[in-house]
């Protein structure tokens, strides 16, 4: 089954709200068996509505549309919908009841306006907000002569969500069903490697693929490898999907730390617990991600010990006992500075193993022998010490974002030998 998304506000096209409804809707369209085709934002304007539905039925016969159904004058989605089928509006006593009884929980009663959000298109089924006041509504019948399906939800990310699980997908996924395929997807992710440098690595992998479909998701943590089985039966689609990413694991490589939602973090901290070591971390440019990465993590007390934010050289000698003779032959931004760093933060936390960051994030400190992104790394465990070196695109957010990912990986790579 396809459907399209109709997004529906103006504030979507003038930026200050973002779509995450949409991202939203299609993962959990997905899960149900249906497959989103098309995405379109449209303003609160009842031409560029009724434009946008009737387009999106008229290429799939079904269309989830978001927002507008609120008790302003703004508020036309239900209005042009109801139009487009045919169907006049009703006023449902029911509803009405709902929305009273909800203000009334608040200790509030509703404004006149509250009651167009009782009107419901003729012949539609009423779904049931229970976390709002705006209900959404499913409407089937037929627009210009082909069969058509509506279904119509709040704006309101939270009321939306729930009206999706508890309403929308149960009902297409059964639907679906009926055709006995599903969509699937599943992600292999990877860090410290850039995606074009990947692709070459993986080569012709998509003929082996097949049927599934690979898409390449470039960011800030790396490239996520994201494989989707499409209308295939169930088991046949897990059965491909897990031999799909045996065979990316392979050829990626060390570059591979997880699956769909990993946080490398975490992996760090289960690399170091499996072999009873205690971490600790001391940064410069950074200025303290690593660490938060590590502590965001449940649990991770067992195994991290502390930081160091060793921003200023003071720090680094007085601290860490990075000798100075160090910090004036080569810089503080330099493989035995990181790498004296690394072995300080293990000596005076009495930590296993440690890893350090420090280098260049911008917008100015570069030099031609050390431009802006510059950075370098220590990692120490069990008496042995190395330094790595990388340059990295972007802003000061994305520098040090990226070289925070590339600490953990580093550390991870190391706790993994």
Known sequence: MNVELVAIGTELLLGFTIDTNGAEIGRALAAAGVRVVRRTA??????AIRAAVAEALARTGAVVTTGGLGPTRDDMSKVVVAELFGAGLEFDAAVWEAIVARFAGLGRVPAASNRTQAEVPRGAVVLANRWGTAPGLWLEGSVAGR???????????????????????PRL?????????????TAIRTTAIPESTLAERLGDVERDLAPLTLAYLPGLDGVDLRLTAWDLPAEEAERRLAAGAVLLRERAGEHVYGRDRDDLAAVVLDAARARGL??????????????????????????MLGGVIAYDNAVKTGLLEVPPALLEAHGAVSDPVARAMAEGACRRLGADAAVSVTGIAGPGGGSAAKPVGTVWFGVTTSGETSAHHAIFPGSRHEIRARAAQTALWLLRRRLSI
Do not use: Y
């Open 42 to 47: 449209v303003a609160d304007e009842p031409a």
């Open 147 to 169: 069969p058509a399906l509506a279904i119509m939800l709040p704006g309101v990310p939270r009321e939306m969500r729930k009206l999706l699980e508890h309403e929308v997908a």
């Open 173 to 185: 996924a059964a639907r679906a069903g009926a055709a006995g395929t599903v969509i699937r997807s």
């Open 278 to 303: 205690r971490l600790a971390v001391v940064e410069s440019c950074t200025g303290g991600l690593v660490g938060a990465r590590l502590t965001a993590i449940a649990g991770s007390s067992d195994v």
